[in-house]
């Protein structure tokens, strides 16, 4: 395993807390456990976890990610995409969150008023992609991607964002 830690630049806090701390850990593995390091980790705590493309890799050394998508079942080496710079993968990161918490905000609120179930959509997309099975958080965005094209789903979904915002907003007011 390999950790590689950058302080990001900042004042102290007066709360006594630490300077934010990026990590990179590399996991190395025998590829038949690959399945198991992607389950792992989308199960760790209350967020979810996903892999990103590593800022270091010894040569030689394949890079397969269990959480890319790949348009075959062969696990291709991916090493082409080894070592974003730091504010590229800064920027990135910043935008992941900000899909991120869009999502979660959608939780459960989607799952109501999708016109199709996640069956549905996963037989429909079985005959277009042979020999790769969607992970749970990629059939989530197709299905999301999908309702927001439904006029009917999508003008659901508007209202009850706009009610949801309407209550933060009262009970911020409220106080």
Known sequence: MVLGVDILRGKRKRSGKGLPVDISVNIYGPKNSISDVDEALSEIGTYR???????????????????????????????????????ENDIKSKISQEVEDVMESLDG??????????????????????????????????????????????????RHMLLSIHHKYSLLVSR
């Open 109 to 158: 609120s989607s799952e109501d008023i999708t016109a199709a179930g996640s069956g549905d959509v996963q037989q429909i997309l079985d005959r277009f992609l042979l020999n790769t099975r969607l992970k749970e958080h990629q059939l989530k965005g197709v299905e999301f991607i999908l309702g927001r094209e439904n006029e009917e789903v999508a003008t659901q979904m508007h």
């Open 49 to 87: 976890t996903y892999l990103q493309h590593p800022v270091f890799l010894e040569p030689g050394i394949p890079y397969i990610n269990p959480q890319f998508f790949y348009p075959t079942s062969q696990k291709t080496d991916l090493r082409h995409l080894v070592g974003l710079s730091s504010q």
